[in-house]
């Protein structure tokens, strides 16, 4: 089973099954009534919502099962979000995530259906399938979600891939602080585990570092008269050869200035040569 953060493509392709359920769910429905809520309608409208609430809420396989219509805030305007219960959740501390405005009319109309249906109130979980308000387990809701990403991207990705997708996709529009309250971590440490760099976020980090930077015009001058000064300080430091007379031009030296010619003669140049024989080794 993968374990990594959904591409762009696949993320498109699963969320493009994930409509075509809830919207074929949804619409037998409203076609045929209260007789037309047949439990296959039931578990496509249970798989989409299970997906959506993990890919765009970023909530936990166990937030999503044990989540009830009674969390869900409808609100105005489409400012729809849900509650996630401490007692539901890993860190045990509330939180409340605002939701997209097109899962909020999901959820809705599923809300609804089911109030719609005789004896059904709204005490039930948001992807329950079963008449009675039962909660599906975290087996469940995994299985269903498996076989989403397997039926849209041909590969089983691991369920929490969703969560660390969502992640990921917050942290391009805003800071890890916000990502982290609508994880529910209790650290940054945690958060940062979740968020994942994409292939395109490493081709542009290389393509950035291969364009050449020009230097401005005033670092251009002062890299020549480092340049320059460093010729100049070879030129000066240059060990002068006693054998020769030939001393470095003023041309070689450049600007620095001349050093004094040292007086060599004939008896020095002797001298010297004599040293030089005296210490090497003799050889039979």
């Not at 798989?47 to 809420?57: E, F, Q």
């Amino acid at each position: 089973m993968i374990r990594r953060i959904l591409t762009l493509d696949e993320e498109e392709k699963l969320r493009g099954l994930v409509a075509h359920e809830l919207e074929n769910g949804l619409c037998y429905m409203k076609e045929n009534g209260d007789v037309g809520w047949r439990l296959a309608q039931r578990i496509q409208v249970a798989h989409g919502l299970s997906a959506l609430l993990m890919l765009d809420a970023g909530l936990r396989i166990g937030e999503v099962a044990s989540l009830l219509f009674t969390d869900f805030q409808p609100g105005v305007l489409g400012n729809a979000s849900i509650t996630v219960r401490a007692i539901n959740a890993k860190t045990a501390k509330a939180r409340t995530i605002p939701l997209p405005t097109k899962l909020g009319a999901y959820i809705q109309t599923a809300r609804g259906m089911w109030a719609a249906i005789a004896l059904c109130n709204l005490d039930r979980p948001i992807v329950g399938t079963d008449m009675v308000p039962t909660s599906p387990s975290v087996r469940t809701v995994r299985r269903w979600i498996t076989l989403l990403t397997w039926r849209s991207t041909s590969a089983e990705f691991n369920p929490h891939s969703l969560r660390h997708t969502a992640a990921t996709r917050w942290l391009k529009v805003t800071d890890i602080r916000t990502v982290q309250e609508l994880l529910g971590h209790r650290s940054l440490v945690s958060t940062q585990i979740y968020t994942h760099p994409s292939s395109d976020d490493l081709a542009a980090a290389v393509n950035a570092r291969a364009v050449p930077c020009p230097l401005p015009p005033h670092s251009r001058s002062t890299v020549e008269e480092l340049s320059a000064a460093a010729r100049a300080n070879r030129a000066v430091i240059r060990p002068i050869n006693v054998f020769s007379d030939n001393l470095p031009s003023s041309s070689a030296v450049g600007t620095a200035p001349r050093l004094p010619k040292p007086p060599v003669t004939k008896a020095a140049r002797l001298a010297a040569l004599a040293a030089y024989k005296a210490t090497r080794p003799e050889t039979e």
